[in-house]
């Protein structure tokens, strides 16, 4: 049973213009959310973090969404930039401390 | 910048070889996990370790599985007989708080 869903495998953007990530969520108790930027062979490297209480996070070029009542959110970077490039991970808890579920991942690609 | 260190980096091992997966945790982290991910697949849960005991573990995380803090800095992952299908990417964690993890570079496993 998948709790946390990326449907888009594969997302392709120009530099410049906007990346929209999506994430799907089905346990309605997750309060924290993560979002991880991966590259070949190496760790997640955490992105940025948003809890339940807020339905939007901003940090320079990347911006969450939360939308509680979809169970959805989404990570906006913009500009997007060649560097960008990587597979992109949601994941989700419930409470403190607990395992983090992950989505499958969506491999974001910047054409310069 | 403080950093999760894992080793080795990879490790080729004889089905029903015993294991054990190192990591070094960020110093003044409290929670701390154990992740892996197959190829081609999703990054799956494995087990969370709090206050000196495993808080959490996952199916995966069986008999066969163990982990330890043994002297207050490493963090270790033992797999006592290794299966074919244990095969994947181990990824150590931690984090201050609840919530933001921190990841290793990972150790590739393989067992032959």
């Known amino acids: 049973d998948q709790q946390v869903k990326q449907n888009s495998p594969s997302l392709s953007v120009q530099e410049g213009r906007i990346s929209i990530l999506n994430c799907d969520y089905t346990?309605?108790?997750?309060?924290?959310f993560l979002w991880y930027k991966k590259y070949p062979a190496e760790g997640p490297t955490f992105l940025i973090s948003i809890s339940s209480i807020k339905d939007k996070n901003e940090d320079g070029r990347f911006t969450v969404f939360l939308n509680k009542s979809a169970k959805h959110l989404s990570l906006h970077i913009v500009p997007s930039q060649p560097g960008d490039s990587a597979v992109y991970f949601c994941?989700?808890?419930?409470?403190?401390?607990?395992?983090?579920?992950f989505g499958t991942g969506t491999s974001l690609t910047v054409i310069p | 910048e403080p950093e999760v260190t894992q080793t080795p980096s990879h490790q080729v091992t004889q089905m029903g070889q015993e294991v054990i997966l190192r990591c070094v945790p960020i110093?003044?982290?409290?929670?701390f996990y154990w992740y892996r991910q197959i190829l081609g697949q999703k990054v799956e849960f494995l087990v969370s370790?709090?206050?000196?005991?495993?808080?959490?573990k996952s199916e995966i995380f069986d008999d066969q599985f163990s982990v330890e803090r043994p002297d207050g800095s490493n963090f270790t992952l033992k797999i006592r007989s290794t299966k074919l299908e244990d095969s994947a990417m181990y990824f150590c964690?931690?984090?201050?708080?609840?919530?933001?993890?921190?990841f290793g570079e990972g150790s590739r496993l393989t067992v032959l």
């Open positions: 994941a989700a808890s419930e409470g403190a401390g607990n395992q983090f579920y």
């Open positions: 370790f709090y206050n000196n005991e495993i808080s959490e």
């Open positions: 964690a931690s984090a201050w708080l609840a919530g933001e993890l921190f």
């Open positions: 346990n309605s108790m997750f309060d924290y």
């Open positions: 110093s003044n982290h409290l929670y």
